[in-house]
């Protein structure tokens, strides 16, 4: 059974850095899309970027520049490095799997393309 388990979270400044890391022992796929999301509270879910076993990376346009997704393989684990971090961007960040390297290409930040999912970790960026 595949887990997804986030972890990093926390609160931070305005402007600050913080690096989320997805554990996920189970999920052995040669070919997937893995992807960050975040939901803040009354807002729907948006997909911050993804990243495909072919090492394409796709980012939202609000975090490009300013954020990272990246995959050690040999620890099974998916980063998120989040640079300039802004007030508005506190939100549960969600860790996402899919072993269709298709979703990355055409619906990265589609929610339900997404077979597997982490319970989140929170960000929280004070002003």
């Known amino acids: 059974q595949v887990q997804l388990v986030e972890s990093g979270g926390g609160s931070v400044q305005a402007g600050g850095s913080l690096r989320l890391s997805c554990a996920a022992p189970g999920f052995t796929d040669s070919s997937y899309c893995m992807a960050w999301f975040r939901q803040a509270p009354g807002k729907e879910r948006e997909g911050v970027a993804a990243?495909?076993?072919?090492?394409?990376?796709r980012y939202a346009d609000s975090v490009n520049g300013r954020v990272t997704i990246s995959r050690d393989e040999g620890r099974n684990t998916l980063y998120l490095q989040m640079n300039s971090l802004k007030p508005e961007e506190t939100a549960m960040y969600y860790c996402?799997?899919?072993?269709?390297?298709?979703?990355?290409?055409?619906?990265?930040?589609?929610?339900?393309?997404?077979?597997?999912w982490g319970q989140g970790t929170q960000v929280t960026v004070s002003s």
């Open positions: 996402a799997a899919s072993p269709a390297l298709r979703v990355c290409w055409w619906y990265y930040n589609v929610n339900s393309r997404y077979t597997y």
């Open positions: 990243l495909g076993s072919d090492r394409s990376a």
